[in-house]
């Protein structure tokens, strides 16, 4: 394991805005099944349940899952993505129980599709549709040893945990700061390593079977901070809640000394970055993310001074930078049955407070981190933000780890596809939602880098509806692979259950595959 070091700094937190500013049947499918993958939409994939309770025992719900398998591939499904989930595979360190998946992956393959496995480095429970309640290993965040050339100190409590600006905690996924955040990532990469091995031989040796391997980066096993979950549920005003800004989460010891160095690299000295700031007396431990957090956004500060463009550019390449150490640990574990298997990682699409009448627009992105404000985010000639994210996957995609010459192309998972735009109002809620033209966006950005997008709808409620130019519904996905060429390379629907059963997800779903597969 990789050794960890690290500092211990009191600070004084800064308020840089105060200081600078203001059910399933067997019928027959009413579409004939794909014979090709020739259309737009190369892949046809569904998403299997987050968790199957009763498969030890051949229950109801297996059973079901079972028989919709039968119905997918009649369909003309390609593969069934499936979340490995690190805590339920490996409850001990190094100590693997792979039975659920040498089960579930046996079903799927003999029922003619192939399989795309989801390294789960994330909990589930936390976000909507969650129906189970699977945490990270507890040894994850187990105190760390850190030694040195005196020798090894007494345990450290590890700090790769999320804290928000409300200084509420989070486990659901890893952060990338501070002691532990090395150590998880050779956890991952040890898990991966195994889950190669006892994949690629004997009884389970599916090295022909997997389409691809997509990757967790975060929340949901989405590329973001946790900036509209549970942990802030409890704040007045609830700003983490759908469809308001999101809370920022980048407050933790290990975090606020990362902006702090970050700042002073960039500038050169602290009083270089007192004097880009404009705050005079300036000193290190005054260096901190926003706390002023409302008037942060709502004064503008995040967008109009050079602190909240630095703020929010630095928030964003952590993200990125962590997506990359993450991809990173998954391209050197799969280096050898499963080295020229295909990755993936997944951005989710942050679609409220899109629209320009928005009083804060674009706040959720930033938030969320998949977007800084320190470049022209409302224009095309960034993505609309977007290029960064780009930039990384097109770079894993074409160098790799650096080291050997690339095996694994890099695909990118973008959600919402099934949203439409316009939507000022959602259930109520002032939602100023321009879903489509995000849609549009990231796509425009994917194809300008060379990235091979492929795309998700967000809710599985949402197959229900065939949509309208102001409701949701399959009419907005297939806007999206109705470009020529059409800028997403694949679909994957949330879920399975609601493309085999009875009824229009069925109906569209297979429209869809008769269409742009």
């Given at each position: 394991?990789?050794?960890?070091?690290?500092?211990?700094?009191?600070?004084?937190?800064?308020?840089?805005?105060?200081?600078?500013?203001?059910?399933?049947?067997?019928a027959p499918?009413?579409a004939?099944?794909?014979?090709?993958?020739?259309?737009?939409?190369?892949?046809?994939?569904?998403?299997?349940?987050?968790?199957?309770?009763?498969?030890?025992?051949?229950?109801?719900?297996?059973?079901s899952?079972?028989?919709?398998?039968?119905?997918?591939?009649?369909?003309?499904v390609?593969?069934?993505?499936?979340?490995?989930?690190?805590?339920?595979?490996?409850?001990?360190?190094?100590?693997?129980?792979?039975?659920?998946?040498d089960?579930a992956?046996?079903?799927?393959?003999?029922?003619?599709?192939?399989?795309?496995?989801?390294?789960s480095?994330?909990?589930?429970?936390?976000?909507?549709?969650?129906?189970?309640?699977?945490?990270?290993p507890?040894?994850?965040?187990?105190?760390e040893?850190?030694?040195?050339?005196?020798?090894?100190?007494a345990?450290?409590?590890?700090?790769?945990?999320?804290?928000?600006?409300?200084?509420?905690?989070?486990?659901?996924?890893?952060?990338p700061?501070?002691?532990?955040a090395?150590?998880?990532?050779?956890?991952?990469?040890?898990?991966?390593?195994?889950?190669?091995?006892?994949?690629?031989?004997?009884?389970t040796?599916?090295?022909?079977?997997?389409?691809?391997?997509?990757?967790?980066?975060?929340?949901a096993?989405?590329?973001?901070?946790?900036?509209?979950?549970k942990?802030?549920?409890?704040?007045?005003?609830?700003?983490?809640?759908?469809?308001?800004?999101?809370t920022?989460?980048?407050?933790?010891?290990?975090?606020?000394?990362?902006?702090?160095?970050?700042?002073v690299?960039?500038?050169?000295?602290?009083?270089?970055v007192?004097?880009?700031?404009?705050?005079?007396?300036?000193?290190?431990?005054?260096?901190?993310?926003p706390?002023?957090?409302e008037?942060?956004?709502t004064?503008?500060?995040?967008k109009?001074?050079?602190?909240?463009r630095?703020?929010?550019?630095?928030?964003?390449e952590?993200?990125?930078?962590h997506?990359?150490?993450?991809?990173?640990?998954?391209i050197?574990?799969?280096?050898?049955?499963?080295a020229?298997?295909?990755?993936?990682?997944?951005?989710?699409?942050?679609?409220?407070?899109?629209?320009?009448?928005?009083?804060?627009?674009?706040?959720?992105e930033?938030a969320?981190?998949?977007?800084?404000?320190?470049?022209?985010?409302?224009?095309?000639?960034?993505?609309?933000?977007?290029?960064?994210?780009?930039?990384?996957?097109?770079?894993?995609?074409?160098?790799?780890?650096?080291?050997?010459?690339?095996?694994?192309?890099?695909?990118?998972?973008?959600?919402?596809?099934?949203?439409?735009?316009?939507?000022?109002?959602?259930?109520?809620k002032?939602?100023?939602?321009d879903?489509?033209?995000?849609?549009?966006?990231?796509?425009n950005?994917?194809?300008?880098?060379?990235?091979?997008?492929k795309?998700?709808?967000?809710?599985?409620?949402?197959?229900?509806?065939?949509?309208s130019s102001?409701?949701?519904?399959?009419?907005?996905?297939?806007d999206?692979?109705?470009?020529?060429?059409?800028?997403?390379?694949?679909?994957?629907?949330?879920?399975?259950?609601?493309?085999?059963g009875?009824?229009v997800?069925?109906?569209?779903f297979?429209?869809?595959?008769?269409?742009?597969?």
């Amino acid at each position: 394991m990789a050794i960890r070091t690290t500092l211990t700094r009191g600070g004084l937190a800064l308020a840089a805005t105060a200081l600078l500013a203001a059910g399933l049947t067997a019928a027959p499918p009413t579409a004939p099944p794909a014979q090709a993958a020739s259309g737009a939409a190369q892949t046809v994939n569904v998403m299997a349940p987050l968790w199957i309770s009763d498969w030890a025992t051949d229950g109801p719900e297996w059973r079901s899952f079972v028989s919709s398998l039968s119905v997918a591939e009649s369909q003309g499904v390609d593969a069934v993505a499936m979340d490995v989930w690190w805590g339920k595979a490996e409850p001990t360190r190094d100590g693997y129980d792979w039975g659920y998946y040498d089960k579930a992956f046996k079903a799927i393959t003999d029922a003619g599709l192939d399989l795309v496995p989801l390294m789960s480095f994330h909990r589930c429970g936390d976000n909507v549709s969650d129906d189970c309640w699977i945490p990270l290993p507890d040894w994850v965040w187990e105190p760390e040893q850190i030694c040195g050339i005196a020798g090894c100190a007494a345990p450290v409590p590890v700090e790769d945990y999320w804290v928000s600006e409300y200084g509420n905690t989070d486990y659901e996924s890893p952060s990338p700061w501070g002691v532990g955040a090395q150590r998880t990532l050779d956890d991952m990469r040890d898990f991966m390593n195994a889950f190669e091995t006892h994949y690629s031989a004997g009884a389970t040796d599916y090295r022909s079977r997997i389409q691809e391997i997509t990757i967790s980066g975060g929340p949901a096993g989405e590329l973001r901070y946790p900036s509209y979950a549970k942990h802030d549920s409890k704040v007045a005003g609830d700003p983490a809640g759908y469809p308001n800004r999101g809370t920022f989460q980048s407050y933790g010891p290990a975090a606020v000394r990362a902006f702090a160095d970050w700042a002073v690299a960039r500038y050169g000295s602290v009083a270089g970055v007192g004097t880009a700031w404009g705050i005079p007396g300036l000193t290190y431990s005054m260096i901190s993310p926003p706390t002023d957090h409302e008037r942060f956004i709502t004064s503008g500060s995040y967008k109009s001074i050079a602190y909240g463009r630095d703020f929010t550019r630095w928030y964003s390449e952590s993200l990125l930078q962590h997506g990359r150490d993450v991809m990173l640990q998954a391209i050197k574990a799969f280096d050898g049955a499963f080295a020229s298997v295909p990755l993936g990682i997944k951005i989710p699409g942050v679609h409220w407070q899109t629209m320009t009448s928005s009083p804060m627009q674009r706040v959720p992105e930033i938030a969320a981190g998949l977007v800084h404000t320190d470049q022209a985010y409302t224009s095309a000639s960034t993505g609309h933000g977007y290029d960064g994210v780009m930039a990384m996957v097109h770079d894993l995609d074409v160098h790799g780890d650096g080291g050997v010459s690339p095996t694994h192309h890099i695909n990118l998972h973008f959600t919402a596809l099934e949203m439409p735009d316009g939507r000022e109002w959602d259930d109520g809620k002032h939602a100023y939602s321009d879903a489509a033209s995000l849609v549009s966006w990231v796509a425009n950005s994917a194809a300008r880098a060379g990235v091979t997008l492929k795309g998700e709808n967000a809710l599985h409620e949402n197959l229900t509806s065939t949509g309208s130019s102001t409701t949701v519904g399959w009419s907005h996905i297939r806007d999206a692979f109705s470009g020529t060429p059409s800028p997403y390379a694949g679909l994957t629907v949330l879920r399975i259950p609601d493309v085999t059963g009875t009824g229009v997800g069925r109906t569209e779903f297979e429209r869809f595959i008769r269409d742009f597969h």
